[in-house]
C-alpha cells in the first residue's frame, strides 16, 4: 500500500510542471498589465520554461542513476517550490522571466526521475496500473491549467505560481514517507556530452517554439536579448535548428564513441537503442506528442474568441478532457491482466484519432459545449491509455541500471513532440485563421488593402481582437468572418492532429508486441538481450 501512496506523490509533483506549462497562457494578459512589459517580454515568460526544461532531461537522466531518483526528484521539487515564490513575487518582467528559467531545472528534475521511480518501485500487473495513473495525470494536468489559470486571474495572476508552495510541501512529504530511497549506480558524468545535450536540446526547442514569431526561413519580427538585436537575414530560428543538428550530431557520436570504448561512461547509452520496444516506443512518444499538445495549444484560443466563452469556462470545457483521461486510468486496473500495455495504446490512439475528428466535424460558431466536451471526453480516455502505457512499452525491457537514461530520452522525445506540435499547430491554426479572414472579407467586397489589414491584426492578436471588432456596429460583420475563419483553423487543426495520431499508430507495428508485456525492471528476453 505504500508504494501507492508513493504513485500518487509522484503523480502530483508530475501535474505540477505540466500544469505550468499551460497555465501561462491563460494569465499573460494580466501579467502584462501589472508588470507594464512588452510583448518580447512576455514571450519569454511564456516559452523559457519550456526551453530550459527540454534542454536538461537528458542529463538530469543520467545524474538520476548516479545519484539516485528519489533524492533528485526531491531537489526537483525544491527547486521548483523556490522559484514558483520567486514568481510569485516578480516585481518586473525581468525577475519573472528570470524566475521562469529556474523553474524550468525544476521541472527538467522531476519529470525523468518520477519516470524512473515509477519503473523501478512496481513490477508486473501492477506496474501497467502504475503508469496508467502517471499517464492520465499528464493528459488530465495539461487541461487543468487553462481552467485552474482562468480562475486564479481572478483574484491574481501571482496566485498561479503561489498555490505551488503548499501543494509541494505536501508532495515532499508523502515521497518523503511513502518513497524508498533509490538504488544508485557508480560513476561519472560525461560533461562535454552534457553540455553538448543541453545546448542542442535547447536550440531545438527554441527553435520549435519560436519559428512561428521570427519567421521559419527569413527573419520577420526582431529578436531581441537585452542590447543585442536580430532583425534581418536568416531567421534565427533556421540558425538555431542547423546548430543544433550539428551539435547533437556531434552527441550522438560522442556518447556512441564512448559506448564502444572500455571503462567511459556515456551520457547517454545509445545500446539503449538497439531494443526494440525503447527504440519503436520513442518514435510512437514522438509521434504522440505531436499530435496531443497542439490541439491542447488552440482550442482555448477558440473557445474564448470565436464562440466567447470566458478564459475560466474555456478551461472549464476541457475539463471533459481531464474527466475522460481518469476515466481510461480506471479502466486499465482490471485490463493490466490481459491487455498488453502496446494494445493499450492502440486503442488509446483510435479513440484520440476518433474524438478529434468528431470535434473537427461539429465545429462551428455556434457549437452547443455539449458535444464539444462529448468529443474531448473520446479525445480524453485516449489520451488515458495511449500517453500512459507507451511509457510502459518504452521502458519495460530497459535494465534498472539504465533506469534514469531511459527516463531521460523518453521523457525529451515526449517534450520535443509537445515542442513540435504546439508550434505546428499554433502556425496551421493561426495561418488559417489569416488567409481565411482575408478571403471572406474579399468576398464581401472589402479592398484587398483593408482585408489584408484587419486579417493581420486578428491573427497577430491571436484572436482577441475579434471582441472589439463585434462592439462596433461598422465592424460586426468583421468579427463574424473573422469567428468562422477561426473555427475553419480549428476544425483542420483537429484533423491534422488525428493524422498524426494515426500515423503514431501505424509506427506501433515497428514495436514488437512481446516487448510490450509487463515484465520486471531489467529482465531480457532470450531473443533480444538488453544492452550492458
Not at 533524492?71 to 515564490?85: C, E, M, P, Q, R
Not at 519567421?215 to 526582431?222: K, R
Amino acid at each position: 500500500m505504500r508504494q501507492w501512496f508513493g504513485l500518487v506523490a509522484v503523480s502530483l509533483g508530475v501535474a505540477l510542471i505540466v500544469v505550468d506549462l499551460t497555465i501561462v497562457n491563460v494569465i499573460v494578459a494580466p501579467i502584462i498589465d501589472d508588470l507594464s512589459i512588452g510583448s518580447s517580454e512576455a514571450q519569454w515568460v511564456q516559452e523559457s520554461y519550456a526551453i530550459v526544461f527540454a534542454a536538461l532531461l537528458l542529463l538530469v537522466g543520467r545524474l538520476s542513476d548516479l545519484y539516485g531518483a528519489r533524492k533528485l526528484f526531491l531537489i526537483g521539487l525544491l527547486v521548483f517550490g523556490a522559484t514558483s515564490l520567486l514568481a510569485a513575487l516578480a516585481p518586473n518582467g525581468g525577475l519573472l522571466i528570470l524566475a521562469r528559467f529556474l523553474q524550468g531545472v525544476g521541472g527538467a528534475l522531476i519529470l525523468p526521475t518520477s519516470l524512473a521511480l515509477v519503473n523501478a518501485t512496481f513490477t508486473g500487473k501492477a506496474r501497467g496500473q502504475a503508469f496508467a495513473v502517471w499517464g492520465s495525470t499528464i493528459g488530465a494536468a495539461a487541461a487543468v491549467g487553462p481552467l485552474l489559470g482562468g480562475w486564479l486571474a481572478d483574484f491574481s495572476w501571482r496566485w498561479a505560481f503561489g498555490v505551488n508552495i503548499p501543494l509541494i510541501a505536501l508532495i515532499m512529504a508523502g515521497a518523503l514517507l511513502y518513497l524508498p530511497a533509490s538504488p544508485r549506480t557508480r560513476g561519472s558524468v560525461d560533461h562535454v556530452g552534457a553540455v553538448l545535450s543541453a545546448v542542442g536540446l535547447g536550440l531545438l526547442a527554441f527553435a520549435a517554439i519560436e519559428g512561428r514569431t521570427y519567421g521559419w526561413l527569413l527573419t520577420t519580427a526582431p529578436l531581441n536579448a537585452g542590447p543585442l538585436s536580430w532583425r534581418a537575414g536568416p531567421s534565427p530560428v533556421l540558425v538555431a535548428f542547423a546548430v543544433s543538428a550539428l551539435v547533437l550530431y556531434a552527441f550522438w557520436r560522442r556518447q556512441a564513441a564512448l559506448g564502444r570504448r572500455a571503462g567511459a561512461e556515456p551520457l547517454m547509452d545509445v545500446r539503449l537503442f538497439s531494443v526494440a520496444s525503447f527504440r519503436g516506443g520513442n518514435v510512437v512518444t514522438l509521434l504522440v506528442g505531436l499530435g496531443e499538445f497542439g490541439i491542447i495549444a488552440v482550442l482555448p484560443l477558440w473557445l474564448q474568441f470565436a464562440l466567447g466563452y470566458s478564459a475560466f469556462e474555456a478551461g472549464l470545457a476541457l475539463v471533459a478532457l481531464a474527466v475522460g483521461s481518469f476515466a481510461a486510468s480506471g479502466a486499465s486496473f482490471p485490463m493490466a491482466a490481459s491487455v498488453p500495455a502496446l494494445a493499450q495504446v492502440r486503442i488509446g490512439l483510435v479513440l484520440e484519432a476518433a474524438g478529434l475528428v468528431t470535434l473537427g466535424l461539429i465545429a462551428a460558431t455556434d457549437s452547443a459545449w455539449w458535444l464539444i466536451a462529448l468529443a474531448l471526453f473520446v479525445y480524453g480516455v485516449g489520451v488515458g491509455f495511449a500517453t500512459a502505457q507507451v511509457t510502459n512499452v518504452v521502458l519495460v525491457d530497459v535494465p534498472a541500471e539504465s533506469a534514469g537514461q531511459g527516463s531521460g530520452i523518453q521523457s525529451a522525445a515526449r517534450e520535443l513532440g509537445s515542442a513540435l506540435g504546439i508550434a505546428v499547430l499554433t502556425t496551421l491554426f493561426l495561418s488559417t485563421l489569416g488567409s481565411g479572414l482575408r478571403d471572406r472579407l474579399a468576398d464581401r467586397g472589402i479592398p484587398e488593402d483593408e482585408a489584408a489589414r484587419l486579417g493581420d491584426a486578428v491573427t497577430r492578436s491571436a484572436g482577441s481582437a475579434i471582441e472589439p471588432l463585434a462592439a462596433d456596429p461598422r465592424t460586426a460583420g468583421v468579427a463574424d468572418a473573422a469567428r468562422e475563419a477561426m473555427t475553419s483553423g480549428l476544425a483542420i487543426s483537429a484533423h491534422v492532429c488525428a493524422a498524426l495520431l494515426v500515423l503514431a499508430l501505424a509506427a506501433t507495428v515497428f514495436v514488437a508486441p512481446r516487448d510490450a508485456k509487463p515484465s520486471r525492471p531489467g529482465e531480457t528476453k532470450e531473443r533480444e538481450p538488453a544492452p550492458r
